[in-house]
DNA sequence: CGAGCATTTGACACATGTCAAGATATGTGG
DNA sequence: CCACATATCTTGACATGTGTCAAATGCTCG
């Protein structure tokens, strides 16, 4: 049933992610340790990866798609509390259970490795505990960054910044000049995206389609993308529009 | 002006958060090194400690006291993005710049490491490092549950889930009993509360009121709580009243 | 070509925000 | 110790943004 995607690597040093993932800094000795416990999994759009409350016998990393990280109430509503992204770490050394639901939004691939093992490799190469702080630092304040996105926007607003964060991703893999038109392809649906931004689906559609009118975007299709002017969108967003971003 | 506080501990070993801060695991020979980067500072109640924007040229514990950390945005709006108890962290290794402001909720104390040697330290002692991993991760789950509260619960829900975060933590430092009648008081005004919660002021106080006579709560006085019932507060926060709580 | 989703749009309900007034605590100076 | 001043909190009336329910439209893939 499930799909092999193809990973058209073989070892870490060719891998995607060797510069960003959680093995960023790990020299030639430790990939090495790292490629024992290594194994590929791939997953189809919409799979569910983990489910709360499993057990959790592996660790890894997103290497290609995105993931989502999703809670849900006895009642059915759910609120999407993390996307990841290429490079991304899932799974969390030291626990046991899953506390949330972990589900492919697009094909994914993921880079996995057996949760014992990879412990006690944190036990013995601090380059790995030490990225790994750091990734979960950054995650840490994109979360909160996050909470004053559910807590205090609009929804226009919202659907804005989700926007612009996707929009600043796909700028920073693809490095093109910085002013000029974005265009990209929307990797959520409609309801994916009121679960991350913690509104309806029908709220969320009204609300592209009046950024739409308003043109401060374009669509060409449902999900293609085309962002005219980066700053009118960040201040749509409430951000800044001077963009005060540290990488 | 700034009135010090007591400190009644001189060392590390007599400190009330010895064995839940980021130095839980240090042993004597780091716990020397770390006295010697150490100070404490005192904050009266609604001090900032931190200014967003500002250089950070420490980081340290709460040794007692309640911090808040806020995001504000630039037509005044804010957002409460974490809630910081005896034993939690402030600031970030590895950066210049705090990307929040952090306040005294309450009278205050600190225990201060200086930033650069405090850096220093974590790439020499692991215990360090780890237990900050450790705690960094526990924070992210915490905001992450919070994103739950703030995306898809109601006002009344959002209440009750605020009440019982600090009634639970209330109940895990005094150790009482886990059946009968729970007492505290809240150390959050109304505005902090809705800051916290992503509500205003008098929505806050409208479903305290509520909650008040529905009997779910009672009040003496504007702050001190009681809840007869923690079971039908965790249903009312709309969470499994089983407590399905891992610590 | 038709079935099944995803999306859009409309009408209406309701929860929460806004603005304004009063009430209750808290602290200060006479 | 009292009286006033100030901050905090409560309550009311009304406005509005977003949710709910329902139907129509447009895609995608067998």
Redesign the interface.
């Known amino acids: 049933m499930t799909p092999i995607f193809k990973v058209d690597h073989t070892n870490c040093q060719d891998c995607p992610i060797r510069h960003r993932a959680v093995c960023a800094h790990c020299d030639a000795d430790e990939l090495e340790e790292l490629e024992e416990i290594k194994y590929y999994r791939s997953f189809e759009a919409g799979q569910t990866i983990i489910w709360s409350g499993d057990q959790m016998n592996f660790v890894g990393s997103v290497v290609s798609g995105i993931a989502s990280?999703t809670?849900t109430?006895?009642?059915g509503?759910?609120?999407m509390?993390?996307l990841l992204l290429p490079s991304d770490f899932v799974g969390?050394p030291?626990?046991e259970?899953a506390?949330?639901d972990v589900q492919a939004t697009t094909d994914l691939v993921m880079c996995c490795f057996r949760k014992k093992p990879f412990e006690e490799l944190m036990?013995t190469t601090?380059h790995i505990?030490?990225r790994?702080?750091?990734m979960?630092?950054d995650?840490?304040?994109a979360?909160?960054?996050?909470?004053?996105v559910?807590?205090?926007k609009t929804a226009r607003e919202k659907i804005a910044s989700l926007l612009s964060i996707i929009a600043r991703r796909d700028a920073s893999i693809s490095k093109k000049g910085n002013s000029g038109p974005i265009v990209f392809d929307l990797p959520l649906t409609r309801e994916a995206m009121a679960d991350y931004?913690?509104l309806t689906l029908e709220t969320v559609s009204r609300q592209i389609s009046a950024l739409k009118k308003d043109q401060v975007i374009s669509l060409q299709g449902k999900r293609h993308v085309t962002i005219p002017d980066m700053g009118r969108l960040m201040e749509e967003a409430?951000d800044?529009s001077d963009g005060g971003f540290?990488v």
């Open positions: 990280l809670q109430m006895e009642d509503r759910t609120q509390v993390g969390r030291g626990r259970i506390p949330y036990g601090p505990a030490h790994l702080l750091q979960t630092l995650e840490l304040d979360a909160r960054e996050w909470m004053l559910l807590g205090r931004l913690g409430g800044d540290l």
